[in-house]
């Protein structure tokens, strides 16, 4: 299994973006999905995930409201919507498939992409 991220780049505070991911490989689409961001410094954090049973979403409080998971199976595709962005929010973005139908921590997945860079700065 290969993930791939897409969409990272430079926005202004306020501004939005989409990060894509493509899960090559043949998995489950009961497999839940994620993402998580890093910063220098700081440990790896969870930022989102859906369920591959449910397609129930859990979020961060940090992001609650402003960040959207999505994922289309067809595609084999997992997205995260991010407005209203803040400098806090510069990070690498990693994409996730987990060891089960969800998760919200690290240790729950298992897979995991090389991370796009996600900087926002005026």
């Known amino acids: 299994v290969r993930l791939e991220e897409s969409g990272g780049g430079l926005v202004h505070p306020g501004g939005s973006l989409r990060l894509s991911c493509v899960v090559f490989?043949?998995?489950?689409?009961?497999?839940?999905l994620g993402w998580f961001r890093q910063s220098p410094g700081k440990e790896r954090e969870f930022v989102a995930s859906?369920?591959?049973?449910?397609?129930?979403?859990d979020y961060a409080d940090s992001v609650k409201g402003r960040f959207t998971i999505s994922r289309d199976n067809a595609k084999s595709s997992l997205y995260l919507d991010m407005n209203d962005l803040q400098s806090a929010d510069t990070a690498v973005y990693y994409c996730?498939?987990?060891?089960?139908?969800?998760?919200?921590?690290?240790?729950?997945?298992?897979?995991w992409g090389q991370g796009t860079q996600v900087t926002v700065s005026s």
């Open positions: 996730a498939r987990s060891q089960s139908y969800s998760g919200t921590v690290v240790g729950d997945f298992g897979d």
């Open positions: 490989g043949s998995i489950s689409d009961l497999y839940g």
């Open positions: 859906i369920s591959g049973l449910t397609g129930e979403a």
